[in-house]
Nanobody, 127 residues
Framework: QVQLVESGGGLVQAGGSLRLSCRAS????????AGWFRQAPGKEREFVAA????????YYSDSAKGRFTISRDNAWNSVYLQMNSLKPEDTAVYYC????????????????????WGQGTQVTVSS
């Protein structure tokens, strides 16, 4: 079992940056693919970015490409999302996710791949 705890959300002006962190419990987190989803008020949950267990593969949504960077530090059981050039439309609750299967080198934007979900952290971008 993997438990995920997000941090780093907050209020930022448009054009600013935030770095989200996700700390995982469990010594095998380094074997699991992980990622981020988000959900804005009144909208469906959507994929943001994902990274394979060994950082060999990453996948970004079109809206995240070029502005967000996903990374991980397996020594710290952590996954990060660096968000730059933030826009008001990035306002959402951001969820950290992980795949329960081990050593999966391919990551996808599909929610079905990810079995573990954190509680979420709020990101608000003001115009």
């Amino acid at each position: 079992q993997v438990q995920l705890v997000e941090s780093g959300g907050g209020l930022v002006q448009a054009g600013g940056s935030l770095r989200l962190s996700c700390r995982a419990s469990g010594r095998t987190f380094s074997a699991h693919a992980a990622g981020w989803f988000r959900q804005a008020p009144g909208k469906e949950r959507e994929f943001v970015a994902a990274i394979s267990y060994d950082s060999g593969s990453t996948y970004y949504s079109d809206s995240a490409k070029g502005r967000f960077t996903i990374s991980r530090d397996n020594a710290w059981n952590s996954v990060y999302l660096q968000m730059n050039s933030l826009k008001p439309e990035d306002t959402a609750v951001y969820y950290c996710v992980a795949d329960s299967r081990r050593f999966i080198g391919v990551v996808t934007p599909y929610q079905d791949q990810y079995d573990y979900w954190g509680q979420g952290t709020q990101v608000t971008v003001s115009s």
